[in-house]
C-alpha cells in the first residue's frame, strides 16, 4: 500500500510539472477585468513581463519619467532609439503576462508617444496563445495602424475576438535604425464598448481595410462601390 501511496504522489507530482510548463494548462496570471498596467509600481519589468533585447546593443525596454499619461502618475514604459557613432539598429520586444481571455468581445488597448516619427522604424503588436519566449515563433503579428503621429498620447484599440476563450500574451516589439522613440502607457485588456480615449486617429494608411474594429456595408450589392 506504501508503495502504491508512493507511486501516486510521484505521478501527480510529474502532471503538476508539466501543467506548469503548458502554457494552455498553467493557470493565468491575469483573469479579472478590465486590467490595467500603467508602469506605475515597482521595478521594471513590472511582475509577470518579461523583457527580450535581441540586438543587444545600446537599450531596450526600461521605465522612464521622461513622459507619463496614467493620471496622477509619473512613469511610463519605453524603448529609445538606438545611439553611438553608427545610431545601432534596435529590436527590443516586452511581453506581458499570461492573461486569460473570458471569451469574446475583449479588446486591448493602450496609449503610445511617439518622438521624431519622421525616422520612423516600427511599433509591431503580437498575440501568443502558446509560448511567451519569442524565439519558439509563436506569436502572431496584429493587423493595426500606428499612425506614427507626435505631440500628443495617441489612443489605439485592438480586437482580440480571435483568441476568446484562450490564454494570450500580448507582445509591443520595437524596431528601427536611427529611428523613433516609443513611450508606451496604460495597457488594458477589458469588454469592448467603442473608442475609449482621446486622441485617437485613423488615417486609413495601413494597408488593412477595414481598419480593426471598424466594419462596413454594401447595401447596393453592386461591386466596387
Do not use: K
Not at 495597457?187 to 485613423?202: A, L, M, N, R, T
Not at 486609413?204 to 474594429?213: G, K, M
Amino acid at each position: 500500500m506504501r508503495a502504491r501511496s508512493l507511486v501516486l504522489m510521484v505521478l501527480l507530482a510529474a502532471s503538476a510539472v508539466l501543467a506548469a510548463a503548458d502554457p494552455q494548462t498553467a493557470p493565468a496570471d491575469r483573469t479579472t477585468f478590465p486590467w490595467l498596467e500603467d508602469f506605475e509600481t515597482g521595478p521594471f519589468p513590472p511582475a509577470g513581463w518579461d523583457v527580450y533585447d535581441w540586438d543587444e546593443n545600446n537599450y531596450c525596454w526600461g521605465d522612464t519619467q521622461d513622459q507619463n499619461h496614467s493620471p496622477g502618475g509619473n512613469t511610463s514604459a519605453v524603448h529609445y532609439r538606438g545611439t553611438g557613432a553608427n545610431f545601432d539598429y534596435e529590436e527590443g520586444w516586452l511581453v506581458s503576462p499570461a492573461i486569460q481571455l473570458p471569451g469574446p468581445g475583449y479588446s486591448l488597448s493602450f496609449r503610445a508617444y511617439n518622438v521624431d516619427p519622421n525616422a520612423w522604424g516600427q511599433n509591431i503588436i503580437l498575440v501568443s496563445s502558446g509560448s511567451s519566449d519569442p524565439e519558439d515563433g509563436q506569436f502572431e503579428e496584429i493587423s493595426y495602424n500606428p499612425v506614427p503621429l507626435a505631440g500628443d498620447w495617441y489612443h489605439y484599440e485592438i480586437d482580440l475576438s480571435a483568441w476568446a476563450g484562450l490564454t494570450i500574451h500580448v507582445a509591443f516589439l520595437y524596431s528601427g535604425w536611427e529611428a523613433h522613440d516609443w513611450y508606451l502607457d496604460d495597457v488594458q485588456i477589458s469588454q469592448y464598448d467603442g473608442i475609449g480615449g482621446f486622441p485617437w486617429c485613423e488615417n486609413f494608411e495601413f494597408y488593412q481595410f477595414p481598419p480593426s474594429l471598424w466594419s462596413f456595408y454594401d447595401l447596393d450589392g453592386v461591386d466596387g462601390s
